[in-house]
């Protein structure tokens, strides 16, 4: 069973940092995608930054263009968002998403959410 994750969330003051982690775990075939996205309340959920397989795509939101940094480590499986000068903005639950096939069905692409962690931000 594939799972996702995630961890490092916090409360930091603004101008701070923090580094999110997402472990994918199981029995996993490849990961085709892997990205970070943040819901705050009452708001919906927004995509936050991409990382394609190989890296050969990285995408941000232009709120976090040259704040946050986006990066996977291949051999663990696990993909992490270094967040700098925090903003109170940036307050939300952070989820990790990845396109995963799993070794037991090698040609099935399945869409997969972590539990999301807490990353609140203050003035």
């Known amino acids: 069973q594939v799972q996702l994750v995630e961890s490092g969330g916090g409360l930091v003051q603004a101008g701070g940092s923090l580094r999110l982690s997402c472990a994918a775990t199981?029995?996993?075939?490849?990961?085709?995608?892997m990205y970070w996205y943040r819901q705050a309340p009452g708001k919906q959920r927004e995509l936050v930054a991409t990382?394609?397989?190989?890296?050969?795509?990285?995408n941000y939101a232009d709120s976090v263009k040259g704040r946050f940094v986006i990066s996977r480590d291949n051999a663990k499986n696990t993909l992490h968002l270094q967040m700098n000068s925090l903003k109170p903005e940036d307050t939300a639950v952070y989820y990790c998403?990845?396109?995963?096939?799993?070794?037991?069905?090698?040609?099935?692409?399945?869409?997969?959410w972590g539990q999301g962690t807490q990353v609140t931000v203050s003035s």
């Open positions: 990382f394609t397989s190989g890296g050969s795509t990285i």
């Open positions: 998403n990845a396109i995963i096939t799993s070794v037991t069905t090698p040609r099935v692409a399945r869409n997969y």
């Open positions: 199981g029995s996993i075939f490849s990961i085709n995608a």
